[in-house]
């Protein structure tokens, strides 16, 4: 079955997508059936695996009002490995329109668990915010990976978000653990970025992955034409360091090899 990690921090400009898209990219080229799903009504991580986003006819949020079956959102991409489910502003609606929904916290892994076991790690982008779209993912997760931006208020609002995976793992998803911390946008020239990876590493002792994300030019250029950044500049220090992460998660999560 699909382990499922949820990248989360109700912080926006953390790195969240960016994390979404090169881990399921890196994941895919390094052998693994990966489903993406990107429950961010913004649509970043859609639009940076090549999708466009506004002609997506079957999205999450058809998925989780009911209107699709999960067979039906999924788009196999151009990237080895990788599917996706994509999203788009509608969205945005669907926690008004879920209220009322008898165990709504439960709609997405209700939904993805007839096709769960046909992939080796499901990615999950959630919204910059604590909402019901996020309670989903943590409740369909097995784990909840937070980059932290090495910016000044790094660690503002963390303590929001650990404490709502705790509630979580008590009344919703008892199984729920902490992938880890990832430090992004680290620029080794800066003193607050140093300050800031050891603030974290000791609040964290640990619990923050070896590898850190750097501010890095073709990183953030990658998005804009719609490719994840081991495709759009594999050599680059963006790209070689998602690579790292990915090796730091497959040797945190071995998998059983598949035959065939």
Do not use: W
């Not at 693994?32 to 429950?39: E, F, G, M, S, W």
């Not at 649509?43 to 997506?56: F, I, M, P, Y």
């Not at 080895?80 to 709609?107: C, H, M, Q, R, T």
């Not at 910059?128 to 609002?157: D, K, R």
């Amino acid at each position: 079955m699909g382990r499922a990690i949820a990248i989360a921090n109700q912080k926006g400009g953390v790195g969240k997508s960016t994390t979404a898209i090169n881990l399921s990219s890196c994941l895919g080229a390094m052998g693994q059936k990966v489903l993406t799903i990107d429950l961010d009504p913004q649509g970043n991580t859609t639009s940076g695996l090549g999708v466009e986003k506004d002609a997506a006819e079957n999205t999450v949020y058809e998925l989780l009002l009911g209107e699709c079956e999960v067979e039906e959102c999924l788009q196999k991409l151009e990237f080895e490995g990788v599917s996706l489910i994509p999203s788009n502003v509608n969205l945005a609606g669907a926690e008004i329109e879920l209220i009322g929904i008898e165990d709504k916290e439960y709609i997405l892994q209700n939904k993805i668990s007839k096709i769960r076991d046909q992939f080796d790690f499901i990615i999950i982008d959630c919204p910059p915010s604590l909402n019901l779209l996020t309670i989903n993912a943590l409740t369909a997760a097995n784990t909840v990976l937070v980059p932290i931006q090495c910016e000044y208020y790094a660690l503002e609002g963390l303590s929001d978000l650990l404490s709502t995976v705790r509630v979580v793992k008590r009344r919703l998803n008892p199984g729920i653990e902490l992938e880890g911390l990832l430090l992004t946008m680290y620029d080794g020239r800066t003193n607050l970025s140093m300050q800031v990876a050891e603030e974290v590493k000791r609040h964290f002792p640990g619990k923050v992955f070896a590898t850190v994300i750097p501010r890095n030019v073709r990183l953030s250029e990658a998005p804009s034409h719609g490719k994840p950044v081991n495709h759009y500049d594999g050599s680059s220090r963006g790209s070689v360091a998602y690579k790292q992460l990915t090796e730091e998660i497959l040797e945190r999560n071995p998998l059983p090899r598949k035959e065939g």
